[in-house]
């Protein structure tokens, strides 16, 4: 019976309290427990078996008796109050107001955990979303609908970087009207993070002029770390509301991927689980993959939502569990290069490893330009052969190499400087960037463009190539 309370606790693992099995109980569910010290406490039933029930508190278990506990099984699962003031408010993990001005004045509420899209209702994702960085737009561009990792590590700014595409991230045009159509949008959750580091971003939001088109879901370091695998999901729900009920454009930048993972990994702990790769539970995939799918276009609603998950890459190891998964799920991934950052490149945005598989259904002529992919692709080859000629030149020197393979060197010198490094607060259009992509291109012999078609050489290629020349 749901709204019943049940007296007494068999035992209390940390944040997991244990209970008499008792009948209509469901995975997921909604529990309240309270004691006498700290009054009521939030949790949601994690186990269950014939005998007992498992409980996992967001918060601490200190002081809690198991003698003067009550348990009262609320009968739905967690959920999200959502309503026409979500934007511009600040929430903590668990859903709730942070930021004094009351609760969301709404009688709606969603289950926090989602329902799984039909893969026969999603429509294919095609339309481009202009970030104002070259190195995205250019070469890894993100499309709306899509989930593009950021695979960063331990002091790189990959915290500038998402401050920067929420400032000025914007959808140019539509696919199938051939305008910007719905208000474009962002959610933003911090999961584990220093309260600098939720201050930096609270911040800039709110001088850049962005916060009323913003919301934000704030799990501190300091709070419970149980509290970090309900953040996603309240702002991924939030997410769903606006772009499937409000038709919006919804980007959803999540930060940090790896403190989740990491929550993830305790609580399979105190559970007893067995642990697969490096301690992680042998779920991790499809947890993973039960936030990054909620992402996408759904036939019917003229809304979306577009991913941007963060994660911190645990000693720059792309092959650990959390990146490599993540990459299995995703369609693509940015990542940040440490040799970029120390020698003063921003973004770090490394070139060869950064790919995003939508890109080619995001670009070209009606999207963003004619000459783009073609562009893309000279890039990619180019800096692949300079990456080739440096390894070559640290062994014979760079006295010995050809005259081609000293032209493919200062390519580098001004692809990384020029194209790759830009201000964080410089927005670059994306005629603004491709510009620069013919710019960089006029420092290689014009026989080695084989991945541009000649009337692109002679309308793009050919001005740059004789700009430089008069410089």
Same mark, same amino acid.
């Given at each position: ?153 331990? &002091?790189?700014?990959?915290?500038? #970087? @998402?401050?920067?595409?929420? *400032?000025?991230?914007? +959808?140019?045009? $539509? =696919?199938? !009207? ?103 539970? &042998?779920?991790?995939?499809?947890? #993973? @993959?039960?936030?990054?799918? *909620?992402?996408?276009? +759904?036939?019917? $609603? =003229?809304? !979306? ?167």
């Amino acid at each position: 019976m749901k709204g019943v309370e049940y007296r007494g606790l068999t035992r209390i693992e940390g944040p997991v309290v244990i209970t008499e099995r008792t009948g209509g109980v469901s995975f997921n569910e909604a529990v309240a427990v309270y004691d006498r010290t700290e009054g009521r406490r939030l949790g949601r039933v994690v186990d269950m078996s014939k005998d007992w029930t498992a409980i996992q508190i967001f918060g601490s278990s200190t002081g809690l008796s198991a003698d003067d506990a009550r348990v009262e099984f609320l009968g739905k699962p967690m959920e999200l109050r959502v309503g026409p003031g979500l934007l511009g408010r600040v929430f903590n993990g668990l859903g709730e107001p942070i930021d004094g001005y009351g609760e969301i004045i709404s009688s709606t509420c969603l289950d926090v955990n989602g329902l799984p899209i039909n893969p026969y209702a999603r429509t294919y994702p095609r339309d481009f979303i202009q970030t104002g960085i070259s190195a995205i737009d250019g070469m890894n561009t993100l499309i709306r609908g899509q989930k593009l990792p950021i695979f960063s590590g331990n &002091g790189l700014p990959h915290n500038r #970087l @998402a401050a920067q595409i929420v *400032r000025q991230a914007r +959808i140019l045009r $539509s =696919s199938e !009207s051939g305008s910007a159509e719905g208000q474009f949008v962002v959610v933003f959750c911090a999961m584990g993070v220093k309260y600098d580091v939720a201050r930096f971003f609270l911040d800039d939001f709110e001088k850049s002029g962005v916060l009323s088109n913003v919301a934000v879901f704030l799990s501190l370091a300091g709070a419970p770390s149980l509290e970090r695998l309900v953040a996603p999901r309240c702002a991924l729900t939030a997410a769903e509301y606006l772009a499937y009920e409000r038709n919006m454009h919804v980007l959803v930048v999540m930060t940090d991927m790896t403190n989740y993972c990491e929550a993830l990994r305790e609580v399979s702990s105190i559970r007893g689980e067995v642990p697969s790769r490096k301690g992680y539970p &042998g779920y991790l995939y499809s947890d #993973l @993959a039960s936030l990054y799918e *909620r992402a996408g276009k +759904i036939q019917g $609603s =003229s809304g !979306s939502i577009t991913q941007l998950p963060i994660l911190t890459m645990p000693n720059d190891d792309i092959s650990h569990p959390i990146p490599d998964l993540s990459g299995y799920i995703t369609e693509g991934q940015i990542v940040l290069d440490r040799e970029l950052f120390q020698r003063g490149v921003y973004p770090p945005v490394a070139g060869l490893p950064s790919l995003s598989r939508l890109m080619k259904d995001g670009i070209g002529e009606g999207m963003t330009r004619e000459d783009h992919k073609d562009v893309s692709s000279q890039l990619f080859a180019a800096y692949s052969k300079v990456k080739q000629v440096r390894n070559l030149s640290s062994i014979i020197g760079e006295e010995e190499l050809s005259e081609a393979d000293k032209q493919y060197l200062k390519f580098g010198e001004k692809f990384e400087q020029i194209y790759l490094t830009q201000d964080e607060y410089e927005n670059r259009g994306i005629d603004r960037t491709l510009d620069l992509g013919w710019q960089v291109l006029a420092e290689i012999p014009r026989d080695e463009l084989l991945r541009v078609k000649q009337e692109y050489i002679e309308k793009y290629f050919e001005p740059a190539l004789a700009k430089k020349q008069g410089e």
